[in-house]
């Protein structure tokens, strides 16, 4: 992988690569404020509803697996198949649109891993930085999700407005193979295994935050509308509170990065996700909801950022690691769909909330645990090893 990190990335390849991060971030999200429209429109259960952002995640799932086999041809492949799925969703009928989600599912996960590691191995001296920044753009594209349906709501053309973001997705590819621009190629890995102790700690920690992002950003639509105080943009309302929240968030940790430690910026972002999560909880008005809602982004904000740049080396140490990144779809289809189960089996969005807040608690649970195994790591004032080599997670 030395190549890639070493080789010089085009201005105007980072660009588009920029560009179709930002729209991988609305088209991740798109679900959450189209949920209550399709719920109405298809008569869904929640459960159902659930299976829908599931079908989405299961694709991610299967894409991130091979993500980082070749990072060129994940690009090449993820692009057309975000705009695909995006395109045939937004006229399929109901029972066609689970398998629509899955295909440009499989498309967010090779191209969003590879846009991460392409990024990561670039820019390896101020690596924390530079993935706030691009995950900053993906807030950017994720706010733009409920604006867009609540705007296309109105004017009576949400399909119309999700086909649209699939032809944004097919332009920025036709970009890439006709203007001659092409991600680096990618040189054999220093190591062969798919298997380490730290990669299985961050598996499993990307599988815990994007199953709590997830849930939290796909279920506050609908929470917000079973409470006080409802009007028509509640929905949308919520939801974009929520990814304006995270955006900014995104944006104040780049700062911080200059001035604060990264440890000291991951723990305060833990605790304000689980206040956050806990407002949620006893909340009874939809206001509260939007409440709950800000801080849980705020507190969110840095955490995956910050995950995946103290998994950098250990992803690009080992060529077969896109199960990490397959481990966080698998997260975002399973947590959300517990959640939808949840509210279906006790009938209650409150109660199902608990499931996120669990996760949440079980990422923080975790983070102790490495630092009572690494004594060194609270001297040193790192919770992870920063440039570990391979063999030595």
């Excluded at 993500?67 to 066609?96: D, V, W």
């Excluded at 820019?123 to 296309?152: D, I, K, M």
């Amino acid at each position: 992988m030395a190549g890639l990190a070493n080789a010089r990335l085009s201005s105007r390849l980072l660009g588009v690569l920029y560009l179709e991060f930002a729209l991988t971030g609305a088209a991740t999200t798109l679900l959450g404020p189209l949920i209550p429209l399709w719920i109405k429109r298809c008569s869904l259960s929640d459960a159902n509803a659930g299976l829908l952002v599931a079908a989405q995640f299961a694709g991610g799932f299967v894409g991130s697996l091979f993500a980082n086999h070749n990072l060129r041809t994940s690009i090449f492949l993820g692009m057309p198949l975000i705009a695909l799925g995006l395109g045939a969703f937004a006229f399929a009928s109901c029972p066609l649109s689970y398998l629509c989600t899955a295909c440009y599912g499989v498309g967010l996960g090779l191209t969003m891993a590879a846009i991460n590691l392409i990024v990561a191995s670039g820019h390896s001296g101020r690596r924390a930085y530079s993935l706030t920044l691009l995950n900053f753009l993906w807030g950017a594209g994720a706010l733009v999700s409920p604006v867009l349906v609540e705007w296309a709501r109105r004017h009576q053309i949400v399909s119309w407005s999700v086909l649209g973001l699939g032809l944004v997705s097919f332009i920025l590819w036709l970009i890439i193979i006709f203007g001659g621009f092409s991600p680096p190629a990618q040189e054999t890995h220093a190591g062969s295994n798919w298997y380490s102790p730290a990669l299985l700690l961050f598996g499993i920690l990307f599988f815990l935050y994007v199953g709590v992002e997830t849930s939290m950003g796909d279920w506050t639509a609908l929470y917000a509308t079973r409470m006080q105080h409802v009007n028509d943009s509640i929905a949308a309302s919520s939801v974009g509170c929520f990814w304006l929240a995270l955006l900014a968030g995104r944006l104040m940790n780049a700062a911080l990065l200059r001035r604060v430690p990264e440890p000291v910026i991951y723990w305060l972002s833990l605790a304000l996700a689980l206040g956050g999560i806990s407002i949620y909880l006893f909340s009874h008005s939809s206001l509260q909801v939007l409440f709950g809602a800000a801080v849980t982004a705020l507190g969110l904000a840095p955490i995956f950022p910050l995950m995946l740049s103290f998994a950098s080396d250990s992803l690009l140490a080992h060529r077969h690691s896109g199960w990490v990144f397959a481990s966080a779809s698998l997260g975002g289809a399973l947590v959300p769909w517990l959640t939808g189960q949840a509210s279906a089996s006790f009938g209650s969005l409150r109660v199902a909330f608990l499931v996120p807040a669990s996760a949440a608690a079980l990422i923080v649970a975790l983070s102790l645990v490495r630092l009572k195994r690494s004594p060194r790591s609270i001297m040193n004032f790192s919770l992870f090893p920063l440039h570990a080599k391979p063999g030595q997670e």
